[in-house]
């Protein structure tokens, strides 16, 4: 049985009036990881404006480092 399978049958389990901390448990953890994804990003761009040695490119030459034309986009 996976842990999520055994995650759902203890829930099954529990009487009704302890879901109100399940839930808040479980949402908590939900905004922890939307948080983490948050912090990741933007130090990902951050990352990406501090560093003066990037290669920028147009966008209709990286069109075509990807193998395709403006048609190709419009349809």
Known sequence: ???KEQAKQI???LPEYKMTKIL???KGIQIDDEIE???FCENLAE???ND????VISFEDAIKEAGLTIADLQN
Not at 52 to 55: K, L, N, T
Request: net charge negative; proline share 0%.
């Open 1 to 3: 049985m996976s842990e």
């Open 11 to 13: 829930i099954d389990q």
């Open 24 to 26: 808040y448990l479980l």
């Open 37 to 39: 994804d948050d912090l």
């Open 47 to 49: 990352r990406y404006l």
């Open 52 to 55: 003066s040695d990037h290669e």
